[in-house]
């Protein structure tokens, strides 16, 4: 596919304005040049060629926003003084695997103010026994060299401003819209986990007064039991105490009778 189809193609109806990022890796570029990239990108912050066959950049327009140009797999051999006219705003350059073979070849690129870190991977040029020194000397802008600072100090894996490049909302927002679903979600897990734990302490709750009623009930049916067992025994004594109440009772009405009987004996014999 050529690169003026994808680009149409990467445009999925939006105008070149509203397009921040640009991919067109692996793409062909007829002549080695760019075509249908135009100055109409300007807000463009990232672009990406990669091994599209490349022989110049003579053809960039001007992208004033543009922070980050990957150009990696190409066959590049010179000017680069188009970069530092067209794109003011450049902090990462990628030239790695390019036919750079001199360090003069980079002298245009003394006029990127802003450029931070710089990809030669592959050149021919890094094969000199100097070439970072001569660099740095060369470019006192730059950060990084092939990932590494003056003091072969690695770069950090991602860097702040190229990540606020690649991840950018769209214009519908739908970076803004995935990280709040997500929030939503994980505050419907904590609001459920919160519930569940409810719901297990009131349980635990409930049984626990069950258990309580249960311990009262059988205190309650002790307490009846030994009332009636002590009842009961009281009401045998009862009856037992009546019976020698009667007893008695009877012994002096039979006693009474014998005295009656012998005072009238006395009596009938006297009148004798």
């Known amino acids: 596919m050529d690169m003026k189809r994808r680009i149409h193609l990467e445009l999925r109806n939006r105008t070149p304005a509203a397009v921040q990022e640009l991919v067109l890796d692996n793409c ?72 750079l073979k001199d360090i003069s070849t980079l002298e245009p690129l003394k006029r990127l103010d802003c450029l931070k870190s710089l990809d030669l991977f592959g050149c021919e040029v890094t094969n000199r026994s100097d070439y970072r020194e001569t660099v740095f000397r060369l470019l006192p802008q730059l950060s990084y060299l092939d990932g590494y600072d003056r003091e072969d100090q690695e770069a950090p894996d991602s860097d702040v401003e190229v990540d606020s490049v690649e991840e950018a909302p769209d214009s519908d927002g739908e970076v803004d819209g995935v990280d709040k679903e997500e929030e939503d979600e994980e505050g419907e897990d904590e609001e459920e986990e919160e519930d569940e734990d409810g719901e297990e302490e009131e349980d635990e709750d409930e049984e626990d007064e069950d258990e309580d009623e249960d311990v009262e009930g059988e205190d309650d049916e002790d307490e009846v039991s030994g009332e009636e067992e002590e009842f009961g025994h009281d009401g045998e004594v009862d009856e037992d105490e009546e019976d020698e109440d009667e007893d008695e009772d009877e012994e002096e009405e039979e006693s009474g009778k014998g005295e009656k009987r012998k005072r009238e004996t006395d009596d009938e014999g006297e009148d004798d």
């Open 28 to 99: 062909k570029a007829n002549d080695g040049k760019i075509e249908g990239l135009t100055d109409e990108f300007v807000n463009l912050e990232f672009l990406s060629l990669i091994n599209v066959g490349l022989f110049s950049v003579s053809d960039l327009p001007k992208l004033p926003k543009l922070k980050k140009l990957e150009l990696s797999e190409n066959r590049i051999f010179g000017g680069l003084d188009r970069l530092a006219e067209e794109l003011p705003s450049l902090t990462h350059l990628n030239l790695s695997g390019n036919n």
